[in-house]
Structures are given as structure tokens and as C-alpha cells.
């Protein structure tokens, strides 16, 4: 199998072909696109309700969660290191810009809600590098929006790979969290647990500056 770069391999999950994730279980699990490709669903929509004033969508995918907010009336851009889930953001109607979030990012020092769903907590690997990165693009008092595994799945950090027909990806690092060790890792980037959140059968943690 052909290693490729991780945005080429999550591009073709993009456009359809069936891709599996490895490493981050005991077994490799399918890549849900159809459920980022989708509309926002009930669920999604409360997790909106916890964004507050402009909102930064980290890692959007193909963006139904940066066209939630825009349609719940906030000014919404959504980030992401793939130029095909750019595309497909922008094919919503909304706006977005490929970018890492730890390079320069828009606004920096200005949103009031930098938004992390569908376990993109495990960007870079290292949620407490993540969440003190992410600290530093919002207004004193804003707030982090989150998603977490749920009570009783333990968190991990780990290398994994995209594989899919048309090839796999090179190893990148990832992680999971959950509730039960939230205030752990928020802490450590001086940010505090102000609520956790179950949201149809899926799980949110709101994180603001510690005092």
C-alpha cells in the first residue's frame, strides 16, 4: 500500500472512497464521513447552543458545524489542514481558510468561542498543548466548546494512519479525551471545566481562563 500524506488520503475519504483510522483501538474503525458530510443534526445543534458571539471552527472537516453557526447567527470561520474540506466547507455558503491551528490563524486574540468537536481534541496529539494553543486565539473570557468521549472511556495519545483504497497515510499523532480527565488536562493549560454536557448520546465540555 502507498503511504500518502495525511491530507491526501482524508481527501479521498472526502470524495467517497471508504477509509478506515488505525491505532487509536484495538482495531482499525471506519472514518465516519457520513455523518460530517451530513446537515447538522438535533444533536449538533445543542452543541452550538454552548457557542457563544464569534466562533472559530477548529478542524471543520467538510463543514456542517461552521454552517450551523452561521445559520444560528454567528460569525463563524472554519480552519482546517485539508484543502478538500476547505472546498466543501466553502460549497456550504460559509467561509474558511486552510490553516493548522497552531501557525497564524485570523482573528488571533479575538474570537469569543473557539469550537473543537467530533474529537478533534486529538489534533496534534497533545490536548494540553492544544487546548493552551487554542487559550491564546480568544478574548479574555471566551471560551473553548469541546467534545469528549464519554464517563468511562479512558483517554489515550498515540500515532495513527488513515488507510483507504486509494492508499495510507504517513503516521500522524492523535489522541482521545474524556470527561473523566478533562479538568486534568484543561488545567494544565490554566483553563477551567465551567460545565460537562451530554448532548444526545455524545459528551461537551465547556473550558474558560482560570482566575
Known amino acids: 500500500m502507498t503511504d500518502q500524506s495525511f491530507s491526501e488520503v482524508f481527501a479521498s475519504a472526502l470524495n467517497g472512497s471508504p477509509t478506515v483510522v488505525v491505532g487509536l483501538g484495538d482495531e482499525p474503525a471506519a472514518l465516519p464521513v457520513d455523518l460530517w458530510v451530513r446537515p447538522a443534526d438535533a444533536a449538533d445543534l445543542l452543541l452550538v447552543d454552548l457557542c457563544d ?7 471543520c472537516g467538510p463543514g456542517r458545524m461552521t454552517e450551523a453557526l452561521a445559520e444560528r447567527g454567528h460569525m ?16 456550504r455558503g460559509v467561509s474558511a481558510l486552510r490553516r493548522d491551528v497552531f501557525d497564524r490563524v485570523p482573528g488571533e486574540g479575538r474570537w469569543h468561542t473557539a469550537l473543537l468537536a467530533d474529537g478533534n ?5 497533545d490536548p494540553a498543548a492544544l487546548l493552551s494553543r487554542v487559550r491564546h486565539l480568544l478574548v479574555p473570557g471566551g471560551r473553548i466548546v469541546v467534545e469528549l468521549a464519554g464517563p468511562g ?9 488513515l488507510e483507504g483504497s486509494t492508499g495510507r497515510s504517513r503516521p500522524f499523532r492523535w ?8 479538568a486534568g488536562v484543561a488545567a494544565e493549560a490554566d483553563l477551567t471545566v465551567s460545565s460537562v454536557n451530554p448532548f444526545g448520546q455524545r459528551w461537551a465540555a465547556v473550558l ?3 482566575a
Not at 458571539?53 to 478542524?59: Q, S
Not at 463563524?76 to 460549497?91: C, K, P, R
Not at 481534541?121 to 496529539?125: L, P, Y
Open 53 to 59: 458571539g464569534a466562533t472559530l471552527d477548529i478542524g
Open 153 to 161: 472511556i479512558g483517554s489515550s495519545e498515540g500515532w495513527a494512519t
Open 121 to 125: 481534541i486529538g489534533i496534534g496529539g
Open 208 to 210: 474558560t481562563e482560570t
Open 76 to 91: 463563524a470561520l472554519g480552519i482546517d489542514v485539508v484543502d478538500a474540506a476547505v472546498e466543501l466547507t466553502l460549497q
Open 175 to 182: 489522541a482521545t479525551l474524556g470527561t473523566d480527565d478533562i
